[in-house]
């Protein structure tokens, strides 16, 4: 227990600490001088303003690169390794972390083109912006099974036939469709272990984790994967999307007031003017973090619901216990965390409570 305290105590500081680092180079960007620097040396070379807002973009990447690498690092590869839970090496986690710099790249530099041609051209472009982002977001959760996924693991066919004939059964028997049933070489990383459905629409997959076949029984795994397909049959996936929507048009809603306050205190030019551009990212930075307890505690209550409905349709409560109890040890998470922590950080309700509630019912 005290381990798993440790380890989730190191890892939520220095998700603070990164959040932190983050803010306070965007203050420095906003409330200095360097960023009208920064714009006025990229305009010796260049007099297009996407050219210049590309270039002021990588710029601002560079800067949070180097501030957060070393964190990341840290986070994601010394604690792991202190705590036993990566398999990675060095080299590992060198490439897996090019890879996702480059895959997130080529999503992100076409959404940020968007972004900066709305911005200049079109008084409402927060308006059209969150649309085009709740869209996208549709679309990348359609095409990330068969497209993204496989950039970072293989997935194979579930070969253990007892066990796929119980998931097949618990889907027909609960309506739902699904593209297939597949393993993911999760170890390759970590002794983690996961599961769960993937995808939207006809792109629906369940995937488990090999490190999940190899430290569960197949009724644990059942009861584990009957949590996720609760999530569909709860609607969570529809009301995740509706949610999305309303917060995405309420977010860029304020931060476009905000920011056109912040434009006349500051003396900027126009919206598009790429040194007020931190001040903007700043304020959608702000807003984001005050929304995260509210998308948790909605998540949490999701969870619950998807934690009664795997007991109900398999009508195997020890098995869900278990596997609850096994992926806390696995996992290294904190059973009973504490409440303010809870409430602020965590997208699921502890073991501790989850236990609880599932013994009542």
Known sequence: ?????????IKITLQIINQVLSFLILIVLAFTPLARLIEQKIYTYTSNDYVAFTIFLVIIG?????????????????????????????????????????????ILF????????????????????????????????????TLIFPIF?????LENDNLKAKLTQLCQNSGINFEGIYTFNLSKNTKK???????????????ISDTLIENFTDDEILTVFAHELGHYKKKHIIKNILIGLVTTFLTFYLAEYFYQIALIKMNYSSPHQISALPVLFLILSFISILFMPVYNSISRKFEFEADEFAVKSTGDKNSFISSLK???????????PN???????????????RVERVEKF
């Open 1 to 9: 227990m005290e381990k798993s305290k440790q380890y989730n105590r």
């Open 62 to 106: 560079l800067i949070e690169i180097i501030f957060s690498v070393p964190l990341d690092f840290y986070s994601s590869y010394i604690v792991e390794h202190r705590f036993n839970l990566s398999n990675q090496n060095l080299m590992d986690w060198f490439v897996e972390k090019i890879k996702s710099y480059f895959v997130s790249s080529l």
């Open 110 to 145: 076409p959404l940020g083109m968007t972004f900066y041609y709305l911005l200049k051209n079109y008084k409402l472009w927060w308006l059209i912006l969150a649309f085009i982002v709740f869209v996208f977001s549709i679309l990348l959760a359609r095409i990330a099974p």
């Open 153 to 157: 693991y293989k997935f194979i066919p």
């Open 193 to 207: 272990a996961n599961a769960g459905f993937t995808g939207i629409f006809k792109s629906r997959r369940i995937i």
């Open 326 to 336: 096994k992926l806390s040890k696995i996992n290294l998470a904190d059973e009973n």
């Open 339 to 353: 409440p303010l922590i809870e409430f602020i950080f965590y997208s699921h309700p502890s073991i501790k409570r």
